[in-house]
């Protein structure tokens, strides 16, 4: 339920067809192979975890999606290093990550989102990220929480 409200949100925001998608802390990949069945322009997934690394790979070269890059790294590190711009961010900590506004202010300062570009974060109903500049709004879908943020 709150992934096709996320997506109902983003159809009336941006174009996704055309959209450079950045998704960070990836996990199994199941927000950019989302991305990438709405024909996102492309996806880089993100994630330290070697296991979902593999499992994300395997999937992509099964389904060839071929605009998929997968990346094993910290997504502190990561986003640090970035260099590329996105139209969407989309990030999905662990609930219990203890600097969830440092990484939030981190993305913004890096200035890797377009102009018209979309930060989603997701998180647990005890963070509260509405005092960091550039918040939009949070959608709430019960435990499950979306901070928005535009550049």
Known sequence: ??????????????YIEDANVLDLFSGTGNMAYEFFSRESESVTAVDQNSRCIRFIKKIKDELEMHSLEVVQADCFSFV?????????????????????????????E??????????????????????????????RYGGVHFSFFEA
Request: charged share 25%.
């Open 80 to 108: 640090k290093g970035a260099y590329k711009k996105y139209d969407i961010i989309f990030a999905d900590p662990p609930y219990d990550m203890p600097n969830y506004i440092e990484f939030v202010e981190l993305i913004l």
């Open 110 to 139: 890096k200035k890797i989102l377009t102009e018209e570009g979309i930060l989603i974060v997701e998180h647990s109903k005890n963070t509260n990220l509405s005092k960091i500049q550039s918040y939009t709004s949070t959608r």
């Open 1 to 14: 339920m709150a992934k096709e409200a996320l997506f109902n949100i983003l159809q009336n925001k941006i």
